[in-house]
């Protein structure tokens, strides 16, 4: 059981790039969510998703897509890449419910 | 003004103290609060979970909800070096899987 699951940990792009992030769970959980995480910003939604074929923005969903095709797999895309988005991204997912959230490790981006 | 209010330290504490750490709300529609644990450069971790008003104890840990206040507070007694994180509460209304979280309170324990 591996929980939940990031990759790539690191990634450096430059200004325009498109990349997207993998976030994967194994606990069969419906919720899943895309945070980023901002020295004195706290963690802030980006966007989440309640199941399969459904999402819904956030706090901060400018500059970011996201689709829900299976359980397991919620990745999230950047369009085109800006100084701004330099940030730690962390993926979590909850049982139906939503008490409990479980994190993944995370991805730090830097966009230059 | 924020949803969500946390003084971001540094706390420093020696070994052995009592530690406590608070957040502040605005918004009275939350239900459940939340303390998650945070070490460097690592996913946040679930420590405590608290549904409305009351106390709620697990092992050297506390935490408290006053919705009356708005204020909740997370007390780590017998503090080890090995509770050196961020703490971040975090908080839900009833309905709804939208989490805000505070911003973190970085706490050092001392050995």
């Known amino acids: 059981n591996a929980g939940v699951t990031q990759t790539p940990k690191f990634q450096v792009l430059k200004t325009g790039q498109s990349m997207t992030l993998q976030c994967a769970q194994d606990?069969?959980?419906?919720?899943m969510s895309w945070y980023r995480q901002d020295p004195g910003m706290g963690l802030r939604l980006i966007h989440y998703?309640?199941?399969?074929?459904?999402?819904d923005q956030g706090e901060v969903p400018n500059g970011y897509n996201v689709s829900r095709s299976t359980t397991e797999d919620f990745p999230l895309r950047l369009l085109s890449a800006a100084p701004s988005q330099t940030s730690v991204y962390f993926c979590a997912s909850s049982p139906a419910g939503g008490e409990t959230q479980y994190f993944g490790p995370g991805t730090r981006l830097l966009v230059l | 003004q924020k949803e969500v209010e946390q003084d971001p330290g540094p706390l420093s504490v020696p070994e052995g103290a009592i530690v406590s750490l608070n957040c502040t709300y605005s918004?009275?529609?939350?239900?459940?609060f939340m303390w998650y644990r945070q070490y460097s450069r690592k996913g946040p971790e679930l420590l405590m979970y608290?549904?409305?008003?009351g106390n709620k104890e697990d092992g050297r840990f506390t935490a408290q909800v006053d919705k009356s206040s708005k204020y909740i507070s997370l007390f780590i007694r017998d503090s080890q070096p090995s509770d050196s994180a961020t703490y971040l509460c975090a908080m839900q209304g009833s309905g709804t899987y939208k989490y805000i979280f505070g911003t973190g309170t970085r706490l050092k324990v001392l050995a």
């Open positions: 606990m069969n959980h419906e919720y």
């Open positions: 998703s309640v199941g399969a074929g459904i999402t």
């Open positions: 608290t549904y409305s008003s």
């Open positions: 918004n009275s529609a939350f239900q459940y």
